[in-house]
């Protein structure tokens, strides 16, 4: 997310930082070759199936398919950037939209009212708004079950949050086109939260459909019950009047980048949840440790003690930190969904810690314990491992023994250490227990639940390393142990004060800036960068890990602390790295959620846009660019590697960020004003009509289903 990004910075920490700076050591640049394909609905023929043959991966991906292969790790040709409204992408593929924000989940559900006048009796039968992180998971011969058909299955799609101003459609107060605001709009809100679960068939020529006939269609939304499991379950610290046994929460919000198990089911995790909370009377009390250490009631964009400025707190009393204190330590939980089982109930796994999760990327050892790998993408926050207590059996994945393994287990998070040259070094991970390196009840930790509730506090404590805002963590499915962890960017970080990309980067009261250390080379890390390790003897579960800094995104020629690694050049430069998933061939595929204002630091970068990444040679280069004031994150394949599944967010979203030069789809450009959202939401197309273009009522979040012509792998 960019725009209800929160801006805060809650870790006071003071820990450890290193001063080492990094050296470039990646060669390989990509080789140029921009050809631009328009973006369309057209139906293109597939031509079937190419050749394939097995490829033997040992690592992150336990789908029992397939894995095709092919010679060429990147054998696309790369495109331009682009400032357009559109997605692009290469000479060969072909693009087509689907699951728009407000489609019907089923067979009888309403059709999408493009003036966005429905409430959320619609919106909750309707897919949500903001499409995150994504899964598909393939049905087998019979269609009743997990198989690993690539013709038909089940996408998972998280929704992370939801921008007003397109959302609602606006009132009569000329100066407030929010109000009045209402029970009924919070739960429209609510209602365009959460995941959607959504049946998909493949037809010969490549294209994808919705199987709405399909009783696996499913919303889950910011107000559907779900259990609480793991060792914060039932803790007082999780008790309201609404819910005093502490063991069933209303709704899951701000669902970033996801994981799914190797038992297949999907996991959801929940990120920005403090902005969901206001604070009716900012002045009446002193906020909590716990509350600061998380943001909660505090200005996270949207105004003193308004969150992201929702409101919701202001019509429904759960949103008010002062009518319901523990209902935000019922948020930022990993949520565990079976896709197969419309009816199960979803579960919140507190095993696995409570921060700003952004992806769980699993690895199951080699004697069956299941790792887990999580960032808190907030400034200065930390990475974990959740490693299981219990052992997968992977002669029966769906069995009720394998269920469970993630409410027993230990999380740890990770200290960085600098080697003896620059960009590499040695690391630990340090157990989260309590009772263990300080974290009893003298200090804070009152058990297990408090050490969960509280990980970043404990985190602190063991002398966790402050990273550049850890997104996704992806792990090499051919190298079991090697592991990728994007770090977006840090405007807070070293004794240089941002740029252009955040005026308020500079020293605020309670907002550190850490110097820069070893595996966080760069003051006011503008770009971001992909740091990679390896557990000791290729073990998941290991103690201590090497690690090396894989890219550091930039622009080419800058030199000194901010140059970017040797592997970015003026083909492929890019900012932000965020999504970040390995394909069963071993592709790396990036994809960038920053700044699209395409000047000063970011020129001739663009609109966001996704990448492919060779490991073995560094090599990157760049496959899709989106649409305007878009992010593009979520992306996954069908087992057999040749239809691919990107997502789309919030396009659109530029018009209220200012020093943005806007071609807006009438083709007028207009660079410096930003409008506020009572003016867009007046004009909802002033700014993106992505991907209805001409008839748009507003642009909305989608899945772009991506094949290539000729039927084959997708990047070969
Ligand atoms: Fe929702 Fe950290 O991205
Ligand atoms: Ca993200
Ligand atoms: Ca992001």
Redesign the pocket.
């Known amino acids: ?2 725009k209800r ?1 929160d801006d805060v910075v809650s870790n006071g920490s003071g820990n450890i930082h290193l001063q080492t700076v990094v050296e470039q050591q990646l060669a390989s640049p990509a080789r140029r070759a921009a050809i631009r394909r328009g973006f369309g609905l057209a139906t293109i023929p597939f031509l079937g199936a190419g050749s394939a043959a097995a490829l033997g991966g040992c690592g992150g991906d336990d789908d029992p398919a397939p894995a095709a292969t092919t010679s060429r790790p990147l054998g696309f040709s790369a495109v331009n950037t682009s400032s357009g409204d559109e997605v692009i992408v290469p000479a060969g593929y072909a693009a087509q939209a689907i699951l728009l924000w407000g489609e019907p989940i089923r067979a009888g559900a309403p059709a999408f009212a493009r003036d966005a006048s429905q409430g959320w009796a619609e919106q909750e039968q309707q897919i949500g708004d903001n499409h995150d992180g994504m899964h598909f998971f393939a049905l087998n011969a019979g269609g009743d079950g997990p198989g690993t058909r690539s013709d038909e299955g089940l996408l998972a799609i998280n929704h992370e949050y939801i921008n007003p101003e397109y959302l609602y459609a606006p009132g009569d107060d000329t100066d407030d086109w929010l109000l009045p605001f209402t029970v009924e709009k919070v739960r429209k809100g609510l209602a365009a939260h959460g995941v959607s679960v959504v049946h998909v068939q493949r037809a010969a020529n490549g294209t994808v459909s919705h199987r709405l006939d399909s009783r696996y269609n499913r919303r889950i939304t910011g107000y559907t019950p779900m259990d609480v499991s793991g060792p914060a379950a039932g803790s007082a610290l999780l008790q309201t009047a609404a819910d005093p046994t502490g063991r069933e929460v209303l709704g899951t919000l701000n669902n ?1 980048a996801h994981g799914y198990t190797p038992w297949r089911t999907y996991l959801a995790c929940e990120e920005n949840f403090n902005g969901y909370f206001g604070n009716t009377d900012p002045a009446g009390r002193a906020l909590t440790a716990l509350e600061r250490r998380y943001g909660v009631g505090t200005d996270a964009g949207g105004g003193l003690g308004n969150g992201f400025g929702y409101r919701w707190h202001t019509a429904d009393p759960r949103f008010d930190i002062n009518a319901t204190p523990n209902e935000p330590n019922r948020f930022g939980w990993v949520v565990e969904i079976d896709p197969f089982d419309p009816d199960s109930k979803p579960v919140k796994r507190t095993a696995l810690g409570r921060f700003k999760h ?1 992806n769980a990327e699993h690895v199951v050892a080699a004697d069956g314990t299941v790792v887990v790998y999580m960032g808190d ?1 907030e400034r200065n926050e930390y990475l974990y491992k959740f490693v299981s207590s219990g052992r997968f059996d992977a002669a029966n994945p769906r069995a009720a023994a394998n269920r469970n393994l993630l409410d027993s287990g230990t999380l740890n998070v990770a200290k960085f250490t600098g080697g003896s040259t620059g960009g590499q070094g040695t690391g630990t991970w340090i157990p989260l227990a309590h009772g263990q390196n300080g974290l009893t009840a003298e200090n804070g930790f009152a058990d297990q639940a408090a050490v969960l509730v509280n990980a970043r506090a404990a985190a602190d404590r063991v002398g966790a390393t402050m990273m550049d ?1 850890p ?1 996704w963590v992806a792990a090499n499915p051919n190298k079991r142990g090697e592991v990728y962890c994007t770090l ?1 960017n840090n405007s807070r970080r070293g004794t240089t004060p941002a740029s252009s990309n955040n005026a308020a980067g500079t020293t605020t009261a309670g907002s550190a800036r850490p110097p820069v250390d070893a595996v966080n080379p760069r003051s006011s890390n503008l770009w971001g960068h992909i740091v990679r390790w390896n557990e000791a003897g290729g073990d998941p579960k290991a103690i201590a890990f090497s690690w090396e800094i894989f890219l550091l995104a930039g622009q080419p020629g800058v030199t000194g602390e901010r140059a970017p690694s040797a592997n970015i050049n003026g083909s492929n430069v890019f900012n ?1 790295p ?1 999504g970040l998933w390995f394909d069963r061939n071993g592709r790396l595929w990036i994809q960038s ?2 700044s699209y204002t395409n000047a000063g630091d970011y020129a001739g970068m663009g609109n966001n846009q996704m990448l492919c990444a060779d490991p073995a040679t560094g090599e990157v280069r760049r496959f899709l660019v989106g649409p305007s004031g878009c ?1 593009v ?1 979520g992306v996954v394949m069908t087992p057999d590697s040749r239809t691919m599944f990107v997502n789309i967010q919030h396009p659109g979203e530029m018009g209220s960020h200012p020093n943005v030069p806007r071609n807006a789809p009438t083709g007028q450009q207009q660079i410096g004003t930003a409008w506020n959202d009572n003016q867009i939401a007046r004009e909802p197309t002033r700014f993106s009509r992505f991907p209805e273009g001409a008839g748009s009522g507003r642009p909305r979040s989608c899945t772009v289903v991506i094949r290539k012509l000729d039927g084959g792998v997708i990047g070969s």
């Open positions: 997310m960019s990004e970033c952004e993408d805002r997104e977006t932000s965020d959620d920053g992010e994150t």
